[in-house]
């Protein structure tokens, strides 16, 4: 476990997460200073002893930590550790996290709603896709969550719904060092309805515009793009939406 500090009172902490006890594809949470002086966990993790030492470092023993903010609605496997490690944050949740964990003291607004937004809008700002499922029933669906762009460090947090991998040795001497996608689940997360693909495609287009100066990305269970450098971070992004672009057509071809 490390703790990268992307300045401006932002640190993301990437963590570990096996799958079938092998193959380690990471997790992830960030921590912010708030302009009120406190601090705020988005989604969970359970620390380590140096990292949770760090962050008590920052944060007065902790006593400093005022919100947790939980962004992804299947990942949950640290909810309980991380409330306990901070039980005086204010805990808040997807819908989801409230079904799963109904004896936590969850806070009313949930993270995928406006009122949640809100609260936090001197900080941040939110996005949650359009024209897919954010709940699927299939549990191994991943596609969607609730984008958090800090704004002093100019750093996006986003688990799964983007995809960074730094690419091995032998692609990147082929000229290939890097890659940002949208999570390959696209097509069986969109909307069976009318006018989905049409809602996606202008959601991340608004997300392009909205956020171009995000320079720095924090993405769950691969890697952190840090200082993106050229091209920009939303000039990868509106890559990433041109390579989707014939799934998106294939669902208006059948839906509409």
């Not at 496997?77 to 004896?103: C, D, I, K, N, S």
């Amino acid at each position: 476990m490390h703790m990268l500090d992307l300045g401006q009172g932002f640190w993301n902490i990437r963590g570990s997460f096996r799958i079938g006890g092998l193959l380690d594809i990471g997790t992830q949470a960030s921590l912010l200073r708030l302009a009120s002086g406190g601090f705020a966990f988005l989604d969970s993790l359970t620390l380590d002893q140096p990292t949770l030492d760090a962050v008590r470092a920052l944060t007065d023993g902790g006593r400093q930590v005022e919100a947790i903010l939980n962004l992804h609605p299947f990942h949950t496997v640290h909810v309980e550790a991380m409330h306990a490690a901070f039980p005086q944050a204010r805990l808040y949740g997807t819908v989801r996290h409230h079904q799963r964990f109904p004896a936590l003291p969850w806070a009313a607004e949930r993270t995928e709603s406006p009122e949640l937004h809100a609260l936090f809008a001197e900080d941040l700002d939110f996005s949650v896709p359009r024209g897919v499922d954010f709940v699927p029933r299939n549990p191994n669906l991943h596609f969607s969550s609730v984008l958090a762009f800090h704004r002093a460090s100019a750093s996006l947090h986003v688990d799964d719904t983007l995809v960074y991998a730094r690419l091995p040795g032998p692609l990147r001497r082929l000229g290939s060092g890097d890659r940002l996608a949208f999570h390959p689940t696209l097509a069986q997360v969109l909307e069976r309805r009318s006018g989905a693909a049409a809602d996606f495609r202008a959601w991340a287009q608004e997300l392009i515009r909205n956020w171009a100066d995000a320079r720095q990305l924090c993405a769950a269970h691969t890697h952190a793009l840090i200082e993106a450098g050229e091209p920009p971070l939303m000039q990868r992004v509106a890559r990433a939406l041109a390579r989707v672009e014939r799934v998106l057509a294939r669902h208006q071809r059948r839906h509409g």
